[in-house]
């Protein structure tokens, strides 16, 4: 299948600081990257959907000036923490589908933000 | 509204004891239905997508099929190594979302 690269695989931040979050896919050109998140023993939560060239879409109760997405390229999305606090960590994941492939998307490895 | 519903929400298996996952959906259109891996600490891992009822997918000890309203991922003699989240997830014909169901936690015990 195809690969999606996220780094870091894991953060520590201060608190009030800002961290950035990449989304790569190696092998194949993506037109849109999903952003979830993570808590413990649960689901996937859908925070955004960011579209190559255009702003992203931010699921309801998702500050959109909190997490900052840019999908810069048909390979690169970035999710930017800003001002992070402590309930800002958690379990972050990006996904990726091949714009000329089939339906399903692929992962990237997750990263795991701890706000101190 | 679209949803997905996993059962059961945890699945306790001894080696080699065959069991079966469920996904139940309700959709407006079904565009697609996929089954995901996860491991703690990791990204789900993708196994397979089902298009239409009456499709199977095999890979290895896992079986997927897909009715009208609902998926089942069977296993079969699982191994130890099986031991891991299974996501379940749709994606509707109009729009980009996949819709994830909360997983079931299977553990496969030597």
């Known amino acids: 299948g195809a690969v999606v690269s996220q780094h870091p695989s894991r953060v520590i931040c201060k608190s009030g600081t800002s961290v950035k979050i990449e989304c790569r896919s190696l092998?194949?050109?993506?037109?849109?990257m999903f952003w979830y998140r993570q808590f413990p023993k649960q689901s996937l939560m859908l925070m955004a959907t960011?579209?190559?060239?255009?702003?992203?879409?931010?699921e309801q109760g998702v500050e959109k000036d909190k997490f900052l997405i840019n999908h810069a390229s048909l390979t690169l999305s970035t999710l930017t923490v800003t001002s992070a606090h402590p309930e800002d960590s958690s379990f972050y994941i990006c996904?990726?589908?091949?714009?000329?492939?089939?339906?399903?998307?692929?992962f990237g490895q997750g990263t795991r933000l701890t706000v101190v | 509204e679209d949803q997905v519903t996993q059962s059961p929400e945890a699945l306790r298996l001894q080696e080699g004891e065959s069991s079966s996952l469920n996904c139940s959906y309700t959709?407006?259109?079904?565009?697609?239905l996929f089954w995901y891996r996860q491991d703690p600490g990791k990204g789900p891992e993708f196994l397979f997508t089902?298009?239409?009822a009456g499709e199977e997918k095999e890979k290895e000890r896992l079986k997927a099929t897909l009715t009208k309203k609902e998926s089942f991922l069977h296993i079969t003699a699982p191994k130890p190594e099986d031991s891991a989240t299974y996501l379940c997830a749709v994606r509707t014909l109009t729009g980009n979302q996949f819709y994830f169901g909360t997983g079931t936690s299977l553990t496969v015990i030597p």
């Open positions: 960011s579209n190559e060239g255009s702003k992203a879409t931010y």
């Open positions: 996904s990726a589908r091949d714009r000329g492939g089939p339906l399903e998307a692929f």
């Open positions: 089902l298009y239409s």
């Open positions: 092998d194949f050109q993506a037109t849109t």
């Open positions: 959709v407006s259109g079904l565009r697609g």
